[in-house]
């Protein structure tokens, strides 16, 4: 059986002996069934990740020995953000979910003119901390040893006000001026990638996003849905600059 890689938010240090939080517990003695002294990785989100074993546990929470410390390279040399106009509840968690697993740095869900799903504050913060859960669990599946932020939603002229020192500013338009494998390497490694919901952006929102410098940018000659365009142009980026280059 595959070693579980379980995620914890509490900083961890070879010989601690930490109690895992519920849910992860539930995970590891109920789902799993594991048994005291069964191999785990653990790891905080800082960047390090950790060989564990179970010591003890009841049905409600794992007790778990750190037992080494390891080296694990699984992070991008690239900052991806990932603007992502918000669409329906499946296709915004795929996108969020392989996003994660294509190294994207962070994830701020916009509101556009064309998003159908509609968020009052109390729904916004419920979506946020359910995209956060998904973050989590992509991570613990892929290998990476940092959490991606899954930020609140902001709304399209709030997310093009904020400041960036992104190199690159890349809004994903099947009518973009260039292509995105034209590009130069960016000098900071920082790339800002907009994409749109279903049905794209609008025409005054590609005019609002070019005004506030950034460049539209074609990813082929096919016209790719939301929870594709992203995912390619990230695919695209890491081959191009990142870790799926084969250096």
Same mark, same amino acid.
Request: charged share 25%; glycine share 8%.
């Given at each position: ?5 379980i995620?914890? $938010? ?16 539930? *995970?590891?003695l109920?789902v799993? &069934?594991?048994? $005291? ?34 080296? *694990? ?11 992502q106009?918000?669409?329906?509840s499946? &296709? ?8 994660v697993?294509?190294g ?23 979506? &946020? ?11 613990e ?9 899954? *930020? ?15 190199? *690159? ?52 000659? &096919? ?25």
């Amino acid at each position: 059986m595959r070693i579980p890689r379980i995620y914890t $938010p509490q900083p961890l240090a070879v010989r601690d002996s930490v109690t895992l939080e519920r849910a992860a517990s539930q *995970h590891l003695l109920t789902v799993l &069934r594991l048994k $005291p002294g069964a191999s785990l990785v653990l790891f905080d989100g800082s960047g390090r990740e950790f060989e564990a074993r179970l010591d003890a546990g009841d049905n409600r929470r794992a007790r778990i020995l750190v037992t080494a410390e390891r080296t *694990h390279h699984s992070e991008s040399p690239l900052r991806i953000s990932l603007a992502q106009g918000i669409s329906r509840s499946e &296709r915004m968690d795929y996108t969020l979910q392989k996003a994660v697993e294509l190294g994207v740095a962070e994830i701020v869900p916009v509101v556009t003119e064309r998003s159908v799903v509609r968020l009052n504050a109390e729904h916004a913060q419920r979506k &946020r901390e359910h995209w956060q859960r998904l973050v989590i669990s992509a991570c613990e599946q892929s290998g990476r040893v940092r959490i991606p932020p899954a *930020h609140a939603p902001l709304s399209y002229t709030d997310f093009l006000s904020q400041p960036t020192d992104a190199a *690159h500013k890349l809004l994903l338009d099947p009518e973009g001026s260039q292509a995105l494998t034209t590009l130069g390497r960016p000098v900071n490694g920082w790339i800002q990638l907009l994409a749109g919901p279903e049905g794209g952006l609008s025409e005054a929102e590609k005019a609002q996003a070019l005004a506030t410098g950034y460049t539209g940018v074609r990813l082929g000659p &096919r016209i790719l849905r939301t929870e594709t365009a992203a995912l390619a142009a990230l695919s695209l980026l890491q081959g191009l600059w990142g870790d799926l280059a084969g250096d």
